[in-house]
């Protein structure tokens, strides 16, 4: 059974277990530990942004990832960012959560992903993302021609 549902500020501790784990913060533009109370404000404003949608992805009812989708109105077009459970890893969870959420969205992409990152990489190609272009270590990704 696979499930992508919002997130709600009940995940809170499940969402800040994945985002302090050592490799999402070496693949994150902020690698910063998070605390508590920062990361309880950041989702509650995350969770209030009309802008902003956070889905949370289940494999047979075990939270197994999330994926962020930010709207820009200047392209017209969501970028996404996803995390991968560390329980989860190198099991095809990214592809299926990430392919299945551009799915749903059915819309203009985008992803910004870090250079030596390959997990990512593969993942966001697998989901119908291409390389568009790089910049100071950063890979740029979309589902458009730029």
Not at 29 to 50: C, E, R, V, Y
Not at 127 to 138: P, Y
Request: proline letters at 2%; glycine letters at 4%.
């Amino acid at each position: 059974e696979i499930l992508l549902r919002k997130v709600s500020m009940s995940d809170w501790k499940t969402l800040l277990e994945w985002r302090n784990d050592l490799e999402t913060r070496k693949n994150s533009h902020n690698m910063d530990l998070i605390s508590d109370d920062q990361h309880k404000l950041w989702l509650k404003s995350t969770l209030d942004n009309p802008n902003r949608e956070l889905f949370m992805y289940l494999e047979n009812g075990v939270p197994s990832g999330t994926v962020r989708a930010d709207w820009d109105s200047l392209l017209n077009s969501y970028i996404l960012s996803w995390t991968i459970s560390p329980a989860c890893r190198g099991k095809g969870i990214g592809k299926r959560m990430v392919r299945l959420c551009a799915d749903a969205m059915n819309c203009k992409l985008r992803a910004e992903i870090k250079k030596d990152n390959n997990a990512s990489i593969s993942i966001a190609l697998h989901a119908g993302l291409s390389l568009r272009m790089e910049e100071n270590g950063v890979l740029y990704f979309a589902n458009y021609a730029q």
